[in-house]
Each structure stands twice: as structure tokens, then as C-alpha cells.
């Protein structure tokens, strides 16, 4: 138990040195746990890494990684974001909040193909803000809701996050696919709900102008959405009922959104070479985290750390709530300096053995609920990536970005009570899946 805070301190210092000193967050973590080897292991550090640089990639989880991260760079590569556009505004603009809604449901949409926030944030940025703006939609609601909905790609499937919470806990990638169902819709139907409260309220916020569409238009923008809905629908389906594994099921949503960029002939060498060039730098910059968060882990798992805050932890209260209260308060502190892959992976290695072992929560529910804090991270400042992505596509400022963002960070924070609540909302469809 006396190493705890020994351990804890020089690792963290060398931590925040590094990350104080710009080094990348992979090299940073690899150096403290390096640190932690040598100092209080009695291993050869040498011999770690090299096992730490195996171990990472040596898992079956991550094989569909480069291939989800490959789909989202087909699709931003396409007009697809310019397709959900044009296909969802017959439907939505009868609500109060009119176009505001195609912020919310397109990227809910493609959320659910790209896997990243950012991705979803700048694709559907690209297009909504720019018209939504020319429109005279008030900028600050058009602004916090992209910015804000755009967090919806890490949770809604299939994601990149849950790949990676999988590979380092050991659990299943379809149940955590399936857990993100229902409580991405949750989040998108309360984001909708506070616009269209929103717009009651405040009815400025919105242009008065009229525009009506008849039913046949609207039945034919089904049609601008069908490619994307087809593939979101398979991959959901095909890994809910074992048709597929989340692998093939990965490679054959690669085939789709290949065969939707020829459709639409958007697929040049030039865009072809951007893809895999996206593909690799993305996954390579994942994967050099994953080794560098190894090296720490190993650290921590040979001094019997996480077994011994567990222990801590259990002394300290046998309140499980507190310590899903204490946690939140960390991950949203973190949040505020760290990506949430940096967060995950930090982290995981104390917290998830506390949490399911040591109180008992179910490792798929967690999975959801640090995943919709590490959102919240995605639009805290001073280091909430959609934030900087609505900066440079807008020129607005940071800080008016990140003001109009707080009503949709309070609807994440109710939903984590909502689905503490009632777990069912992420538990049900994993339990009901073929297995």
C-alpha cells in the first residue's frame, strides 16, 4: 500500500513534464512507465518495450480499427455530408428549430459511419453551418449544436472508442456496439428537444421565412439518404443478430462505402491516395498510444496497483455512487487536457478493476458511460478538439463556441444520470444479441 503514492507521484511528474514540454501523449506515457520499471520493477525496461509494442498490436479487437477509420475517410471524402443535407431538410424543417435539426440528425447519422467526433464535426460542419449562417439562423445555437452533436461519433456505432475500450479491458466489440444504440438516440432526441424548446422560447433564433415541401419531395429525399442508412443499417444489424463479426462486418462497410464514392464518381486516384494516407496516419497515431499506455500499464500491473487502489477504494467507501460521482469529476478535470483516447488509456488500467470488480458495474454500462464523459471532453475547453474544428471552419472565437456548447455538455452530464438510472437503456440490446 506505502508505493501507492510513490508510484503514483514519480509517475505522474514525468507525465505532466513531458506533456508540459509539447512531447507527444504516446512518448510521454511510454517515458513514465518506462520510469516506473526501472525504479520500482527490477525489469529490464529494453525488454518491456519491446513486449509492450506486441502486445498492442497483437490483439484481434484492433483489426477492425484501420477499417472503421477507413470508412469515415471515404465518406468525408464524398458529398455524402452534402446528401443528408439536402435529404433531411424536407422532414425537419415543419419542427420548431426548422434547420437547426440537420445539425442534430446528420450528425447523428454520420456519426454512426464515421466513428470520430471530429470527423463528424468538420463533414457535417462543412456544409450545415455555412448554409444554416447565410440563412440567418442565430449563430450561436447553429454553432453549439453542431458543436455539441458532433460528439455523437464516438458513441453511436460503429465507433473507433469502443475498439479501443475493448482491446485494453478485454470485451466483446460487438456488445459495446450494441450498448451505444440506444443511448446515442437517447442523446439525439434530447439535443432535438432542446432546440425546439429552445426556438419556442426564443423564437429569433430562427428566420420566419416560409418553406414548404409536398410529400413527394420529401419521399424523394429518402433517396439522398438511402446509401448511408443502408450502411449504418447492415453493420448494426449484421453484428446484432451474428450474421457477421464486427470485423467483417467492418470490411464489408469498407466494400459499401467504396462502392457508394463510385456511385457518386468521387473515387480519383488523387481521393483514393488521400484515404489511405488518412487511414494510416489515424490509426498509427492510435496504435503509437496504445504502446506507449502498455508500457505504463505493465508498470502498475506488476506492483499489483490497481488490485491495491481497488482495496483503497473499497475502504474508503462502499457508496458506489460516490465513486461514480468521484470519477466523473476526474474524467472531466482530465478532460479539460487530454484526448479522450489519452484519458482511455490512461486510466483504464486502475479505474476498470475499481469499478467492476471492486463495486460491481457492468463493464459494457461503464464502457458507455466513460465514453459520454470523454465526449464531454471533446467539447471542454481549453483542449475540446470540436471546438478548434468550429474555430477554424467559422473564425469564430474559441470561447463563443465553447459558451453556446454548455446547454448541450448539460444534456450529456443528465444523460449519464439517465442511463445510471435506468442501465437498461445500454444494457438491453447487448443482453438480447445473438451470441
Not at 167 to 182: D, E, K, P, R, T
Not at 272 to 286: D, H, P, S
Not at 325 to 341: E, K, P, Q, R, V
Not at 343 to 353: G, S
Amino acid at each position: 500500500m506505502d508505493a501507492i503514492p510513490v508510484v503514483l507521484a514519480i509517475s505522474l511528474a514525468v507525465l505532466f513534464l513531458f506533456l508540459g514540454m509539447s512531447v507527444w501523449i504516446a512518448i510521454s506515457l511510454g517515458a513514465s512507465g518506462i520510469v516506473a520499471i526501472f525504479l520500482f520493477t527490477g525489469l529490464p525496461p529494453a525488454e518491456i518495450v519491446g513486449r509492450a509494442t506486441w502486445n498492442s498490436s497483437h490483439n484481434y479487437a484492433l483489426v477492425a480499427l484501420p477499417m472503421f477509420i477507413a470508412i469515415g475517410e471515404i465518406l468525408m471524402k464524398t458529398p455524402l455530408s452534402q446528401w443528408l443535407f439536402d435529404g433531411l431538410k424536407p422532414w425537419v424543417n415543419a419542427l420548431p428549430g426548422k434547420l437547426l435539426h440537420t445539425n442534430i440528425v446528420g450528425c447523428a447519422m454520420f456519426a454512426a459511419v464515421s466513428g470520430s467526433s471530429v470527423a463528424t464535426t468538420a463533414t457535417i460542419g462543412k456544409v450545415t453551418s455555412g448554409e444554416l449562417l447565410r440563412r440567418k439562423y442565430d449563430p450561436g445555437i447553429t454553432l453549439g449544436s453542431l458543436c455539441g452533436a458532433g460528439t455523437l461519433g464516438l458513441l453511436i456505432p460503429p465507433s473507433i472508442i469502443p475498439i479501443i475500450y475493448a482491446a485494453i479491458v478485454g470485451g466483446s466489440v460487438g456488445q459495446l456496439f450494441m450498448a451505444g444504440v440506444f443511448p446515442g438516440i437517447m442523446i439525439t432526441v434530447m439535443f432535438m428537444g432542446y432546440i425546439m424548446v429552445k426556438s419556442k422560447i426564443t423564437p429569433n433564433i430562427v428566420p420566419q421565412e416560409k418553406e414548404s415541401y409536398t410529400w413527394g419531395e420529401r419521399f424523394k429525399a429518402l433517396l439522398l439518404m438511402a446509401p448511408v442508412v443502408s450502411l449504418i443499417g447492415f453493420i448494426l444489424v449484421s453484428v446484432y443478430t451474428g450474421l457477421a463479426t464486427f470485423i467483417e462486418a467492418a470490411a464489408i462497410g469498407v466494400a459499401g462505402a467504396l462502392i457508394i464514392a463510385g456511385f457518386n464518381r468521387s473515387l480519383s486516384f488523387p481521393v483514393l491516395k488521400a484515404i489511405i494516407l488518412g487511414t494510416v496516419k489515424t490509426n498509427g497515431l492510435i496504435m503509437f498510444i496504445l504502446i506507449g499506455s502498455y508500457a505504463l500499464s505493465f508498470a502498475m500491473a506488476n506492483m499489483k496497483l490497481p488490485q491495491q487502489v481497488t482495496e483503497l477504494a473499497t475502504d474508503f467507501t462502499n457508496n458506489k455512487w460516490l465513486i461514480l460521482f468521484l470519477l466523473a469529476i476526474m474524467y472531466l478535470i482530465m478532460g479539460m487536457f487530454l484526448d479522450g483516447t489519452s484519458m482511455m488509456v490512461l486510466t483504464l488500467p486502475v479505474a476498470f478493476p475499481v469499478v467492476t470488480t471492486g463495486f460491481g458495474f457492468d463493464p459494457v454500462w461503464f464502457g458507455v458511460y466513460l465514453i459520454i464523459l470523454i465526449e464531454l471532453s471533446n467539447i471542454t475547453p481549453p483542449v475540446g478538439f470540436n471546438l478548434y474544428v468550429i474555430q477554424v471552419m467559422t473564425g469564430r472565437p474559441i470561447g463563443f463556441v465553447a459558451r453556446n456548447s454548455i446547454p448541450f455538455m448539460i444534456i450529456l452530464l443528465f444523460s449519464i444520470v439517465v442511463i445510471t438510472i435506468f442501465p437498461q437503456i445500454v444494457l438491453f440490446l447487448p443482453e438480447t444479441m445473438f451470441r
